[in-house]
């Protein structure tokens, strides 16, 4: 059974940091690209960034670089590191799998101002 856990949400102020981890089981992970998406408070889902088995990434243009997504294979997990937090970035987090179509449960950020 294919499944992604994500972690490492939580409050934050603007401009701070966050990391968060998404954990994949029953699958070959270092095959499998991999997705972050968000979903703000009234707002549609929305592609945040990628990475595929080969490392190569790619990010939403509204992130101006601030977010990096990145994995390590051994532990088959993917993360995504955030600075530089805006009130805008309140969103539920979600990790997914495009091969298999499955998500995780999603992580809950929210940056006060």
């Known amino acids: 059974q294919v499944q992604l856990v994500e972690s490492g949400g939580g409050l934050v102020q603007v401009g701070g940091s966050l990391r968060l981890s998404c954990a994949a089981s029953?699958?070959?992970?270092?095959?499998?690209?991999m997705n972050w998406y968000r979903r703000g408070p009234g707002k549609q889902r929305e592609l945040v960034a990628s990475i595929n088995m080969g490392g190569n990434t790619n990010y939403a243009d509204s992130l101006e670089g601030r977010f990096t997504i990145s994995r390590d294979n051994a532990k088959n997990t993917v993360y995504l590191q955030m600075n530089s937090l805006k009130p805008e970035d309140t969103a539920v987090y979600y990790c997914?799998?495009?091969?298999?179509?499955?998500w995780g449960q999603g992580t809950v950020v929210t940056v006060s101002s």
């Open positions: 997914h799998l495009p091969m298999r179509g499955v």
């Open positions: 029953g699958i070959i992970f270092s095959i499998n690209d």
